[in-house]
């Protein structure tokens, strides 16, 4: 089992910044997918940012350039550096850990509004 908590959540304005933090307890040595994903009213959840498996980064088109993953040796945080941020950024957003062949464990989202 997985637990995770995301922060960092708020108000921006455009072109603003904001940092969000995972936080993982439990059993994390045998995590090998961590990655955020948002969410507005009434879309699916989509993809954001991730490391593979080799531990390399992938963004979504929507984001490169403006968005920074990164975590901790531990595994035990996670972090996104969001940049320029745009309305468009507007959503809840999750952090997601999973094991080869196991459940996918979820944060509870935390908000994130960009408006002047």
Known sequence: QV???ESGGGLVQPGGSLRLSCVASGSVSSINYMGWFRQTPGKQREFVARFTKEGSRDYAESVKGRFSISR?????????QM???????TA?????YAASGGPIYWGQGTQVTVSS
């Open 83 to 89: 940049n320029s941020l745009t309305s468009g950024d």
């Open 72 to 80: 901790n040796s531990d595994k035990n945080t996670m972090y996104l």
């Open 3 to 5: 637990q995770l908590v």
């Open 92 to 96: 809840i957003y999750y952090c997601a």
